[in-house]
């Protein structure tokens, strides 16, 4: 099947010097202001490795994308999912017969990381959790939901990830000053007067990359929820 991905790519205008077997030669050719490379691995390693993934993705910035190729069922969404986790990354799961080529455009146009899980449709309907589905961090850009999934029927992981981004928003939400306090908080808040209660700071501490994630998580949902980029930090907590 990494096969099958590696022809998509091609057909899709990505040149074959682009295109790697491993998540180090990846990282290792990526220039600035060079091309995506891409990473084309079998879903299984990238699923026995979700540090090094992670950390691919950090080392790699906005240049590296990756493709994990399943065969057979389960499939495990689990990998994709850390990658919404992370933030700003283009993430997509599909069945090669189905939306791959779609997903692969989007990712392609994307400015930033991508992580794509395209399977068989074998593997795919051998697993009873398979989602097909989106999230793209662009459509929160246009007030919309960053993940579109074209079934009623979501993984629970996948959807309890969902339930925790909004859970976040509401309260990022309910923590900003209420329009009914009066033109002046308004006044305020559209000037960026930067008291405690209208920034977040997000610091963490991470070994593994997972607090990261979460921080980045948190931070995002701020910002969905009416807080400015500017009035949301999130950084280590030895550098605050």
Not at 172 to 183: F, H, I, W
Not at 197 to 218: I, M, Q, R
Request: proline share 3%.
């Amino acid at each position: 099947m990494t096969e099958k991905a590696i022809s998509l790519l091609v057909a899709a205008g990505v040149k074959k010097t682009d295109i790697f077997e491993t998540l180090d030669a990846a990282v290792k050719a990526i220039r600035e202001d060079g091309p995506k490379c891409w990473a084309v691995l079998p879903a299984n390693g990238v699923a026995d490795a979700p540090n090094e993934v992670l950390k691919a993705l950090k080392d790699g910035g906005s240049q590296l994308c990756i493709i994990a190729a399943a065969t057979s069922a389960p499939v495990t969404q689990g990998q994709v999912l850390r990658a919404m986790e992370y933030g700003e990354v283009y993430v997509a799961a599909a069945e090669f017969e189905g939306k791959a080529e779609d997903y692969l455009k989007e990712a392609l146009t994307y400015s930033g990381p991508a992580v794509l899980l395209f399977a068989s449709q074998a593997a795919a309907r051998g697993d009873a959790g398979w989602t097909s589905f989106s999230y793209d961090p662009r459509r929160e850009e246009a007030s919309g939901s960053a993940f579109s999934c074209g079934s009623e029927k979501v993984r629970k992981e996948i959807q309890a990830f969902l339930d925790r981004e909004n859970l976040l928003t509401l309260v990022a939400k309910s923590s900003l000053p209420d329009d009914s306090q009066g033109d002046e908080a308004a006044g305020d808040l559209a000037n960026g007067v930067a008291d405690a209660s209208k920034t977040v700071t997000v610091l963490y501490g991470s070994d593994t990359g997972h607090a990261e994630e979460c921080a980045k998580a948190v931070a995002r949902q701020c910002r969905n929820g009416g807080f400015a980029n500017s009035a949301v930090r999130c950084c280590t907590a030895d550098s605050f």
